[in-house]
């Protein structure tokens, strides 16, 4: 069973960059076929898919965030790595990485493993 944790800073200050880490257990990152998300939830809205690190390590990201967005990954410590850069009070969400298999998606209503997600806030 694929377990996922993120971890990294509840508060970040505006301009500065969010970077979140998602450490996975019970599976490799590499193994063929899966793909594994960042997903945000702003405060009293609803899901919204930020990008993906595929198996082989190829990358996707979500149009309206591509700019700002950046993830890797770290194999030996089977962790990937979400970094937003200039953030904004908009930016202020429980955030989530998840994971499913076969396919990339950018619907959070496909993905099978979640972790328990983390809030961050950005203010001064």
């Known amino acids: 069973q694929v377990q996922l944790q993120e971890s990294g800073p509840g508060l970040v200050k505006p301009s500065q960059t969010l970077s979140l880490t998602c450490t996975v257990s019970g599976g490799s990152i590499t193994t063929s076929s899966y793909y594994w998300s960042w997903i945000r939830q702003p405060p009293g809205k609803g899901l919204e898919w930020i990008g993906y690190i595929a198996y082989s390590g190829s990358t996707y990201y979500s149009p309206s965030l591509e700019s700002r967005t950046s993830i890797s990954r770290d194999t030996s410590k089977n962790q990937f790595t979400l970094q937003l850069s200039s953030v904004t009070p908009e930016d202020t969400a429980v955030y989530y990485c998840?994971?499913?298999?076969?396919?990339?998606?950018?619907?959070?209503?496909?993905?099978?493993?979640w972790g328990q997600g983390t809030q961050v806030t950005v203010s001064s």
């Open positions: 998840a994971a499913k298999y076969f396919r990339g998606s950018y619907d959070p209503g496909e993905y099978d493993y």
